[in-house]
């Protein structure tokens, strides 16, 4: 580990609390020099450290600065730490963890970003994806290590836990926008784009990549025009808002064993409890053509079952829907 991490990692066990440049030297065995350039590199890098005369350095309770090392200081599951990817910009974190994946990454590969510069979203769409203020993840998974296989159920499977673990860490209530957009305060505040890739000769699914990318305390102002419309975040501006090591620490966890717990059934049961289009009149888009329908149910395969006004019945399992 090179010095700087050893005493972002030191700083981060002891967050809040001022220990002498001297003692961090001897805990993590380098020179009292080397611990101040990396004091000074960290800085440079956005850490909010504080120095004291004869207190020492202190990381600040709120440093809110995403490292590969926070997230780590925060998983509770060791064999985890070797398989978090961390890029403070990137273009891509699903471009990124779709070439480690053909290279033969491990399920559980996590691909995380500070910034995103092209964001991918789903029907070819950019995911605006500012600095400092967002997550953007991209886990890698090996189908045969879930419950389930479908990109479909996993899909709805991510829109799940990640509402719950956000609900969980900021007490706010996070509702599900068919088929999987998060939203809070009639806003969205989380896109989930699911890549797969099928083995050309047996059919079977080799991995799939789940992107997801959050607005935690993102302001508006950042946002274009466009998205400004349909786009919110957890925080508002001012609100203290939540850690984000902690946030993808806790995601990556329960991404990759809550599905343990959770049969099929289960899991759209929880769905469609955090539906907010289930019994709802929404606009349904079809290439150029949009129509009124009422969503009456959504079974196992994650499709909708939709009633037109004219009282037909139908399946409904790709595209886009309005409320
Ligand atoms: C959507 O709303 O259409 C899906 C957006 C998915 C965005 C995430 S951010 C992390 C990952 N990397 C990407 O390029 N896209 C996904």
Redesign the pocket.
């Known amino acids: 580990m090179k010095t700087k991490d050893k005493v972002l990692a030191f700083l981060e066990k002891n967050k809040g609390t001022y220990i002498s440049g001297t003692k961090i030297a001897e805990a993590i065995e380098v020179s009292r020099n080397s611990v101040w350039k990396a004091i000074k590199q960290l800085e440079l890098d956005g850490f909010e450290i504080d120095a004291i005369t004869n207190k020492g350095y202190c990381l600040s309770e709120n440093s809110d600065q995403l490292s590969a090392i926070g997230i780590i200081e925060n998983i509770s599951i060791p064999e985890l730490n070797n398989q978090i990817i961390f890029y403070d910009v990137i273009d ?4 990124r963890a779709k070439e480690l994946a053909a290279e033969g990454a491990i399920h559980g590969t996590l691909v995380v970003a500070n910034e ?1 510069t092209d ?4 029907y070819g ?1 950019s ?1 605006e ?1 500012p600095k400092n203020t967002g997550v ?3 886990l890698i998974i090996r189908p045969q290590e879930l419950t389930y296989n479908e990109p479909t159920t996993v899909t709805a499977y991510a829109a799940v836990v990640v509402s719950n673990v956000i609900e969980e860490l900021t007490g706010k209530k996070i509702g599900i926008k068919w088929v999987n ?1 998060l939203f809070y305060n009639e806003k969205k505040i989380c ?3 699911t890549e797969a890739v099928t083995d050309f000769e047996s059919g079977q699914i080799e991995w799939i990549v789940l ?3 959050l607005n935690i305390s993102t302001s508006d102002t950042v946002f274009s025009e466009e998205v400004k419309q349909k786009a919110g975040s957890i925080f508002k501006e001012n609100e203290i808002s939540i850690n984000r090591n902690k946030l993808v620490a806790t995601l990556l966890e329960e991404l990759l064993t809550a599905h343990k717990e959770l049969s099929i059934t289960d899991l759209m049961a929880r769905y469609k409890e955090k539906s907010i289009v289930l019994n709802k009149n929404v606009m349904i888009q079809q290439g150029q053509e949009s129509y009124k329908v009422k969503v009456i149910d959504i079974d196992d395969q994650g499709q909708l079952i939709i009633e037109t006004q004219s009282g037909n019945r139908k399946k409904f399992s790709s595209g886009e829907i309005r409320i």
């Open positions: 891509s974190t699903n471009k995103q964001g991918k979203g789903r769409r995911f994806s953007y993840m991209s957009d896109g989930i784009l992107g997801i990318g």
